[in-house]
């Protein structure tokens, strides 16, 4: 949810003073893509419900919220107060849309009896994924069924990483997995479980190691380690 206000200051005039006579002043926001009056005062004048003039009686603040902002909200708005002249404030308005990547996908290829480790991060996102779902086969896995042996990891952050760690692989274990964060777009990747075969798509590494206490503490501590690497990055970023 998008919002912006327009607050008052000393050498502004407010929407209920009258600087010409009996005249007074309103607040419109405006958006330029389309040249679409949106709202004049505390109207709104747009089909799309979505966008709402919101004002406290008695207050400076004039805000314009959109709820749900879709990539199309992008662009420039303005402010504009029916003073003379005309006074104008202008936002432009970039709106992230979310990903969710699984590492190392299209496919995947390991061994029989080793570990399956299938990494998620989500990117892009104001706010951490209120959850996060992983699907085998359009089913969503269950982390305590008969099957045993399936964790998840979570680090929720700027950027979020989600790593589903699966002991033993069987070839039932073959199949598309999906990722499926709660605020975008679902990210699968098919894994080929394999019985003595050796592609040349083989991957080697956290996808095909043997089974054993030692490996999946590594692969716990790489997840983590992964996370709060980019996190930092993102932190070093934003610094500069």
């Given at each position: 949810m998008e919002e912006w206000k327009w607050v008052r200051k000393k050498d502004e005039l407010s929407p209920w003073d009258t600087p010409m006579g009996n005249k007074k002043c309103y607040v419109s926001w405006i958006r330029h893509r389309d040249i679409h009056i949106l709202t004049v005062g505390s109207y709104t004048y747009t089909t799309d419900q979505r966008f709402q003039a919101i004002h406290r009686k008695n207050s400076d603040e004039?805000?314009?919220?959109i709820k749900w902002a879709q990539k199309r909200d992008g662009g420039m708005y303005e402010c504009q107060i029916s003073t003379q002249p005309v006074k104008s404030f202008f936002v432009n308005l970039s709106v992230v849309v979310p990903t969710a990547t699984i590492l190392g996908g299209p496919d995947l290829h390991v061994d029989k009896g080793s570990t399956i480790n299938l990494t998620c991060t989500i990117k892009y996102s104001p706010e951490p994924p209120a959850y996060i779902f992983w699907y085998h086969h359009d089913q969503v896995i269950s982390y305590d069924s008969n099957r045993g042996g399936v964790s998840l990891i979570t680090v929720k952050g700027d950027t979020t990483i989600s790593c589903l760690i699966i002991q033993s692989a069987l070839l039932s274990d073959s199949g598309k997995y999906s990722?499926?964060?709660?605020?975008?777009d679902v990210a699968s990747i098919q894994v080929h479980v394999l019985n003595g075969?050796?592609?040349a798509a083989m991957q080697t590494g956290s996808a095909g190691l043997s089974n054993s206490s030692v490996n999946i503490l590594i692969l716990m501590s790489v997840c983590w380690l992964y996370s709060h690497f980019m996190m930092n990055l993102r932190l070093k970023?934003?610094?500069n």
């Open positions: 004039w805000t314009l919220q990722c499926s964060p709660s605020n975008t075969e050796s592609p970023t934003k610094m």
